[in-house]
């Protein structure tokens, strides 16, 4: 008899945590193998993290948020919940968010965006990109 082992899904909140580290990471222009040295880990264990494989103990956290100079809680935002809704309801879908910032047009999008410093011009941009997601056009 042959036996099948499973194979272990990423926990959501583990793939999203690992997300924002890769996108905080690539934001700074930092590899994998920079970011390893710096809190002595290999490039391999910090690709397990991004990728929400490995599960990251909160002091391996705060050492990797210091590294990238960002609070704790900027890697759980936009995160999974963990919801007191009845069984089969849940709250707004969280992992498209983590997909787009992962993606290279989201992290090229996101950085660029952040380097407007306009406050009002970042703003139109918005409401031009939700025209044109509404197909109003610009």
């Known amino acids: 008899m042959k036996t099948t082992v ?3 899904v990423p926990n959501p909140t583990d793939k999203h945590v690992g997300a924002r580290v890769r996108a905080r990471r690539l934001t700074l222009g930092m590899s994998q193998t920079k970011l ?3 809190i002595g880990l290999t490039f391999q264990q910090v690709q397990k993290y991004e990728k929400g494989t490995n599960r990251m103990g909160a ?3 705060t050492q990797i948020a210091n590294v990238l100079q960002m609070p704790v809680s900027y890697f759980f935002e936009g995160g999974p919940r963990i919801s ?3 069984k ?3 709250g707004p879908p969280t992992a ?3 997909e787009f910032v992962s993606s290279s047009d989201g992290l090229g999008l996101i950085k660029n965006f952040m380097q407007i410093k306009d406050a009002k011009l970042r703003r139109r941009i918005v409401h031009l ?3 044109i997601a509404d197909g109003r056009g610009g």
């Open 59 to 61: 002091s391996r956290l």
């Open 36 to 38: 390893a040295d710096a």
């Open 96 to 98: 498209y968010v983590s």
């Open 6 to 8: 499973a194979k272990k």
């Open 129 to 131: 990109v939700e025209r």
């Open 84 to 86: 007191s809704l009845p």
């Open 88 to 90: 089969g309801k849940s």
